[in-house]
């Protein structure tokens, strides 16, 4: 059975920073897609950062790029969101997500395309 387990959320002020990170157990993914999304109060779920396949390449939306950095450790099967700069803004519960084909196309930033999910951990940014 697969399962993704995200910790590291938090509160915290405005121009602090967060890590979060993504515990995968039941199967690998670091030849597949994975990735994180976000959803705030009212709010739908929207894209934030994504690695892909092998090579690793990342992708970011744009509300994020430059203070949001992806990673992950295959040796520990762990993805990783490391937030900088955090502004109010970026409050929402933030959920990992993977698949174990790489994406071939630019389709990283639908929630459809991901088979797996996590239980989702709350980001609250104070102004």
């Known amino acids: 059975q697969v399962q993704l387990v995200e910790s590291g959320g938090g509160l915290v002020q405005a121009g602090g920073s967060l890590r979060l990170s993504c515990a995968a157990s039941?199967?690998?993914?670091?030849?597949?897609?994975a990735g994180w999304f976000r959803q705030a109060p009212g709010k739908e779920r929207e894209f934030v950062a994504v690695?892909?396949?092998?090579?690793?390449?990342?992708y970011y939306a744009d509300s994020v790029k430059g203070r949001f950095t992806i990673s992950r450790d295959n040796a520990k099967n762990t993805l990783y969101l490391q937030m900088n700069n955090l502004k109010p803004e970026d409050t929402a519960v933030y959920y990992c997500?993977?698949?174990?084909?790489?994406?071939?196309?630019?389709?990283?930033?639908?929630?459809?395309?991901?088979?797996?999910w996590g239980q989702g951990t709350q980001v609250t940014v104070s102004s």
């Open positions: 997500a993977a698949r174990a084909r790489r994406f071939y196309s630019g389709t990283y930033y639908r929630a459809d395309e991901y088979d797996y």
């Open positions: 690695i892909n396949g092998i090579v690793g390449n990342t």
């Open positions: 039941g199967r690998t993914f670091s030849n597949g897609g």
